[in-house]
């Protein structure tokens, strides 16, 4: 079971801001194992979107951006498009379950 | 550019072994930098690290399957492999493989990048 929670879905207009929350516990974030992000568009492999918290790998548009605070991780996408339609999923450590963990997953819809 | 391609029977009886293969392409399996790793995402648990392997066999696995995970790798033929033995229909969803980065402190690693992925359904 995933034991990071994330919204199941948010949205928003084209243009418009929206985060994505990632939150844990003191035995994966908040124990300050670092936080990545993957977008998977319908149908494809998870694709790398933020590493180590708050790092794009290149190609990644600067559209997107990551934070980390205390037990909890945000994704945010600023000028939303209709191509950032997909689901977002977290991932980090947990020592108490000595693996990695993800997300439960946020999906994104442009309206 | 690194590739990856999960292999393997699309599906497998009840309390059966599935074995599945990840082809590596592009780039060394014999790095010294990184681990491999597979994930599956099933209906009823989303995405799930099963366990990873470095180039010299040495392995980690997910403690909620390491009862019936096995994992080996052959350099020479540029190939990582899964071993899940007594599947049930919980075991049904996509296997994915992907390269593990981040260094050797594993606990900062991420997966990048991701093969495409293969169905696995256990039924009877």
């Known amino acids: 079971q995933s034991v990071l929670t994330q919204p199941p879905s948010v949205s928003g207009a084209p243009g418009q801001r929206v985060t994505i929350s990632c939150t844990g516990s003191?035995?994966?974030?908040?124990?300050?194992?670092?936080v990545h992000w993957y977008q998977q568009l319908p149908g494809t492999a998870p694709k790398l979107l933020i590493y180590?918290?708050?790092n794009r790998p290149s190609g990644v548009p600067d559209r997107f951006s990551g934070s980390k605070s205390g037990t909890s991780a945000s994704l945010a996408i600023t000028g939303l498009q209709a191509e950032d339609e997909a689901d977002y999923y977290c991932?980090?450590?947990?020592?108490?379950?000595?693996?990695?963990?993800f997300g439960t997953g946020t999906k994104v819809t442009v309206l | 550019q690194l590739q990856l391609q999960a292999s393997g029977p699309g599906l497998v009886k009840p309390s059966e072994t599935l074995l599945l293969t990840c082809s590596v392409s592009?780039?060394?399996?014999?790095?010294?930098?990184?681990?491999w790793g597979w994930i599956r995402q099933t209906p009823g648990k989303g995405l799930e690290w099963i366990g990873s392997?470095?180039?010299?066999?040495?392995?980690y696995y997910n403690p909620s399957l390491k009862s019936r995970v096995s994992m080996s790798i052959d350099t020479s033929m540029m190939q990582f492999s899964l071993q899940l033995t007594s599947v049930t229909a919980a075991d049904t969803g996509v296997y994915f493989c992907?390269?593990?980065?981040?260094?050797?402190?594993?606990?900062?690693?991420?997966?990048?990048?991701w093969g495409q992925g293969t169905l696995v359904t256990v039924s009877s």
């Open positions: 992907a390269r593990q980065v981040g260094g050797l402190l594993y606990f900062r690693n991420w997966f990048n990048p």
């Open positions: 991932q980090s450590y947990d020592s108490s379950l000595s693996g990695y963990v």
């Open positions: 003191s035995s994966s974030i908040g124990a300050g194992y670092d």
């Open positions: 592009g780039d060394s399996i014999s790095s010294s930098s990184y681990y």
């Open positions: 180590t918290n708050s």
């Open positions: 392997i470095y180039y010299t066999g040495n392995t």
